[in-house]
């Protein structure tokens, strides 16, 4: 693919001018084939957050929502997005998934069974690189909104998901402001049906970056609407904000949805109302809105474990 | 009639390209299921046998035109080699830490040799009894015993442990997390000696008129030759992107698949000069395909 041309020869010239030679250095060179696997989801990674950042900031800057004296508050979100899309993040996943899917693939086809893939299901789909992509990231959509939907509805779950909504001042840079033990439990969540339904390795990373990328946009403090039809197509910035409303938090919330709106259309959780409403969550305390990285961490255990009080 | 391809293993793209081998251009793009890596002929020449590690398949495919003929479920397919006397196939299984023994023909599993770990590269002694295979995680090398299904012993040989090539009554083995290929005897596994060739050391390759080895050395990105029989290191080629399998055109020049460049550089031997082909990404398994008209008839 001619697309991703540039990318891989970013990736290529990273991994045989810095990556091959620091494992070499450090005595790390059994790494050496799976690191390639690394250096191309850093390069995809860093290459999103440009992306995102050109495609959002001037959105945000010519129909904001919200005018805010300071935006203190998200800086940190930018260190939580760069931990986790070009760093940590993307080697810790990209590792573990390919060690798991070695793992069960090569004991089921030690018990004599075949792996599950959609190709093998639909042969048709060998070949067509594009669509089966497609057809793994709208599978994934379907998993990651009952996820999401489940985290709202468990009390315990809720005490770490509220970090994503307590922040009021919302913009693409929110989406990946995440606990980090809520952060282990949707890497699993998403691990585990990517290998039921038989994700390549390769595919993992770039469907993780795809799919992050259009909630970084869902969640930018822009007057954006996709129209009648569009928002019933793709999420937009207007409807995901409806689900961080100061009125939605916790077991009240509506539009789970991460890209795509079919599943809140189908579960009747749906909102489509016009309104650009304050976001927040009234029932988290101030640590998890304003406070530093670690501030806002702790704030999540200490309400996971009923350390504080809320609503 | 068709002219004659190569056959290049696009490992990171769950791809097989073929190139023409005169033009020395792509002319098809066959897709496979996951992570390819390495390709092996069969003894008679009938099937050219592709290993594609996580989607748990090796593919026989015509070793002329390159079509996939089968489609056999085999567990975590890296590496691949036959016996010299063509009656078993040692298949590698790096990421699960296993080399399978198979009877040639049937592909009947005979034994399973857990070995930790990363088993990577294989070759074999002359009379066929011996497997000998790096084990790339642990920093040695083991010598299988393939009468009595046994492990004779396992040795340190050095970090990361790649390529292994029996050569005048010892086992040469490339030493990737150094700069050496390690000379190992045999009978004991004890290290005799090291030759320099690069850092990253990785793979070991020998001239069709048996004069020349040839070294692919990972980190540095160059090509050494070593003299066969005495492991004097001749000359070094500079080969950018990540050198790793290679193969032996018929008019004298090298095509070696470049892992981190989405290419195959073609070197000259005579003058050091790379031409390069573009292919899909990470290229690792190569092969030249058998001629149309020389394909042996069963």
Not at chain 1, 79 to 100: D, E, H, K
Not at chain 1, 229 to 250: D, K, N, Q, T, V
Not at chain 1, 291 to 303: C, D, T
Request: net charge neutral; with cysteine; glycine share 6%.
């Amino acid at each position: 693919m001619t697309l991703t041309l540039p990318f891989d020869l970013a990736a290529g010239f990273l991994q045989e001018h810095l990556v091959l030679p620091v494992l070499y250095a450090l005595d790390l060179m059994d790494w050496e084939e799976i690191s390639f696997g690394w250096s191309l989801f850093a390069v995809y990674g860093a290459a999103q957050v440009v992306i995102t950042y050109a495609v959002c900031l001037p959105l945000e800057r010519l129909r904001p929502v919200e005018r805010w004296p300071d935006q203190k508050a998200v800086s940190v979100d930018i260190l939580y997005t760069l931990i986790s899309r070009v760093g940590l993040l993307p080697l810790v996943t990209f590792v573990l998934f390919t060690q798991a899917q070695w793992a069960l693939n090569g004991w089921l086809t030690d018990h004599d069974i075949v792996p599950p893939t959609l190709e093998r299901l639909m042969p048709f789909l060998i070949g067509q690189p594009v669509a089966t992509f497609l057809l793994y990231a709208i599978i994934l959509d379907f998993s990651e909104y009952w996820r999401h939907r489940l985290s709202h509805v468990f009390n315990w779950w809720y005490s770490l998901h509220a970090l994503h909504h307590a922040q009021r001042q919302m913009t693409f840079w929110s989406d990946d402001r995440n606990h980090l033990l809520d952060e282990v439990i949707g890497f699993v969540w998403f691990m585990a049906v990517a290998l039921l339904i038989g994700v390549p390795p390769m595919q993992f990373p770039f469907l993780v970056l795809l799919l992050r990328l259009l909630e970084s946009l869902s969640h930018a403090n822009t007057r954006l609407s996709f129209g009648w039809l569009g928002e019933r197509l793709l999420i937009s910035p207007r409807f995901h904000r409806a689900h961080h409303g100061m009125l939605a938090a916790g077991v009240r919330s509506v539009n789970y949805g991460a890209v795509l709106p079919w599943w809140d259309m189908i579960f009747r959780t749906a909102d489509f109302s016009a309104d650009y409403v304050e976001t927040g969550d009234p029932t988290a305390e101030e640590a998890m809105a304003t406070g530093s990285y670690f501030a806002q961490q702790w704030a999540g255990v200490r309400r996971l474990f009923g350390m504080t009080t809320h609503a | 009639m068709a002219q004659r391809a190569v056959l290049v293993v696009n490992s990171a793209e769950a791809s097989l390209s073929v190139v023409d081998l005169a033009t020395q251009t792509e002319r098809a793009r066959i897709p496979v299921l996951r992570e390819p890596h390495h390709v092996m002929l069969t003894p008679d020449g009938q099937d050219l046998l592709l290993g594609d590690t996580a989607a748990n398949e090796m593919l026989f495919l015509d070793p002329v035109s390159f079509a996939i003929k089968k489609r056999m479920t085999v567990a975590d397919p890296y590496q691949l080699g036959f016996t010299p006397d063509g009656k078993m196939l040692i298949v590698n299984g790096l990421a699960r830490a296993q080399v399978d023994v198979y009877e040639a023909g049937s592909y009947r599993l005979l034994h399973r040799f857990p070995l930790k770990s990363m088993p990577s590269h294989v070759d074999f002694s002359p009379d066929s009894t011996t497997a000998y295979v790096s084990l790339q995680g642990t920093g040695k090398l083991a010598a299988l015993d393939l009468k009595a299904m046994t492990v004779k012993w396992t040795a340190d040989v050095g970090k990361a442990p790649a390529g292994v090539m029996w050569n005048n009554g010892r086992v040469l083995v490339a030493i990737m997390g150094s700069d050496d290929v390690a000379v190992v005897n045999p009978a004991t596994g004890t290290v005799e000696r090291r030759i320099k060739t690069g850092k990253g050391a990785h793979q070991l390759f020998r001239s069709p008129d048996g004069k020349l080895l040839y070294v692919n050395n990972r980190v540095d990105s160059t090509s050494v030759t070593l003299d066969a029989t005495t492991l004097a290191p001749i000359r070094t080629y500079k080969i950018p992107g990540g050198p790793d399998d290679l193969v032996f055109a018929p008019d004298g020049r090298i095509w070696y698949t470049l892992r981190f460049a989405r290419e195959v550089g073609v070197l000259d031997p005579k003058s050091g000069a790379v031409q390069t082909i573009a292919v899909g990404r990470s290229p690792h398994g190569i092969f030249i395909g058998l001629p149309p008209k020389t394909k042996p008839v069963s």
